[in-house]
């Protein structure tokens, strides 16, 4: 027999053996720990986190929805239209053959880009995002260090690369107050002064100071039209800085800025008629709101000299205008807008007073009764709400009807009849623009601008135009109006 098979079959020897009663080898267990264990040295990267947010999160629970994101300066992907919802830094489909080497045969393919759904961790939203991304897009993020960093890059190249969802992504990042601080502390090495460091980044206590003083502005307007008084349009924007003049020559407005807000202003009258149920599609409320642009644009005005009239009846101080601009930290802000602001206070120490915001609440009340009486006794010699709301659409109608028809109707003022064609024509642009845009707000602002500039030209263009046909016309050499061109 084996010698490893020896103890299988013989009877263990008693000498020797350890016999434990049946009471002690019942099983126990330890409930305190009697020695401490002592801390890591250097602590596992790896162990898993306790508490906080783990879970992974899609970019529309972590993008805000309700704030207003500016809009991305190069627009939608119109080619490849998933794009808008990931990371693919100008990667789309491409389309090609598959050619036989022996029969040169072709047969169509096409090449998708390398996508992949990665969760990555956001440092300033303390958020994993789950985001849709190509596979070189990951080797950047990679390189430059994570999420925040190829996001918060400033530089064009990156900003194009972007797309829409990383346009907004970065927005959403630039409102965390470390990246706020951040930014700040880049301006500053840079040299820039601090006036324009609290005005391009403020922070959010800067923010809250300008939102109350904005809210005691909307609230002080007096004897304002909610239908004809034009607000704010962003978030950021401010209320009381003044209106910029614009250059118009024949009711045509130029510089890009001022067509973009000639658009937005009308596509919101065209909204705000539609709501109302004053006209039936979106192409009426266009025209309508180019036609009454000039109404709006006088009421608003009207108001705005009034309350300019109260505000420079008040004789403010210059040191009082300089001392409200040091406090808002807002060097840059004309006299117009600091003597309004000081208007505000003063009637708010007012309403502090005992009686002072009784006073104001019984002024609000009857005014709010005087409007209301006016309102109904227009509703009630139109025949009732109905016959009120018939009344006004039917006069609408009636104003569209009279600016298609205006430039085959010579019974009308010559004034008159030069404008109703301009505002046709610029709301055929604008029809236009907003149907090529597909829904696109930018583009449609870029449709709108192109349109013009195709419809009426560029009046710089036609200066030197005319100037050159002088310059034939004087018998003047190609030779010269080449080199005069080229010294502009």
């Not at 263990?12 to 016999?19: D, E, F, K, R, S």
């Not at 206590?205 to 002080?220: G, H, N, P, S």
């Not at 029809?431 to 500039?453: D, H, Q």
Request: glycine fraction near 6%.
């Amino acid at each position: 027999m084996p010698p490893w098979c020896q103890l299988l079959s013989g009877r263990i020897p008693a000498q020797g053996l350890v016999l434990r009663s049946a009471q002690s080898t019942q099983r126990t267990y330890a409930t305190a720990v009697t020695a401490s264990v002592p801390a890591p040295a250097v602590k596992n990267p790896l162990t898993r986190r306790r508490g906080g947010d783990l879970g992974h999160h899609l970019p529309k629970d972590v993008i805000p929805r309700d704030a207003y994101i500016p809009p991305y300066p190069y627009g939608d992907h119109q080619l490849f239209k998933q794009a808008n919802k990931g990371l693919y830094g100008h990667k789309r489909i491409r389309f090609g053959n598959n050619v036989s080497k022996k029969t040169e045969t072709k047969t169509r393919r096409n090449w998708k880009p390398n996508v992949l759904q990665k969760s990555l961790y956001s440092v300033a939203l303390k958020k994993k995002i789950k985001l849709v991304l190509a596979k070189h897009i990951l080797k950047i993020i990679d390189r430059e260090g994570g999420l925040d960093e190829y996001l918060l890059k400033d530089s064009e190249a990156r900003i194009k690369e972007l797309g829409p969802m990383g346009w907004a992504l970065r927005w959403t990042l630039m409102q965390r107050p470390e990246v706020i601080d951040r930014l700040r502390a880049d301006a500053a090495a840079l040299g820039l002064d601090q006036s324009t460091i609290d005005e391009q980044w403020p922070t959010p206590a800067m923010i809250a100071e300008q939102k109350a003083a904005r809210r005691t502005v909307t609230t002080d307007v007096e004897n304002y039209n909610p239908e004809e008084y034009v607000f704010a349009d962003t978030e950021e924007q401010v209320m009381w800085e003044p209106r910029e003049e614009l250059e118009k020559t024949n009711g045509l407005k130029f510089g890009k800025k001022a067509q973009s807000t000639e658009y937005k202003r009308a596509i919101i009258a065209a909204e705000r008629y539609i709501r109302r149920g004053m006209v039936d599609s979106v192409e009426e409320g266009i025209k309508l709101a180019f036609i009454r642009a000039k109404e709006r644009e006088e009421a608003f005005n009207a108001n705005m000299t009034s309350f300019s009239e109260k505000l420079e009846a008040m004789d403010f101080t210059p040191e009082d205008l300089q001392d409200i601009k040091e406090r808002l930290k807002r060097p840059k802000m004309s006299d117009l807008n600091a003597a309004r602001l000081l208007h505000n206070e003063r009637k708010k120490k007012e309403l502090d007073e005992a009686s002072g915001l009784e006073d104001r609440n019984a002024a609000d009340t009857a005014l709010e009764k005087e409007r209301a009486t006016a309102i109904a006794a227009q509703i009630a010699e139109a025949g009732g709400e109905e016959a009120y709301r018939a009344q006004r659409k039917a006069e609408y109608a009636q104003m569209i009807k009279e600016a298609e028809g205006a430039s085959t109707n010579e019974a009308l003022d010559p004034e008159r009849r030069e404008y109703l064609q301009m505002a046709m024509r610029k709301a055929d642009i604008a029809i236009r623009a907003k149907a090529e845009a597909s829904g696109s707000y930018a583009k449609a602002k870029a449709a709108y601008r192109r349109g013009l500039y195709e419809e009426f030209g560029d009046p710089n263009e036609s200066s030197n135009r005319a100037s050159r046909d002088e310059m034939l016309a004087d018998g003047i050499s190609w030779d010269a109006i080449v080199k005069s061109s080229n010294k502009r």
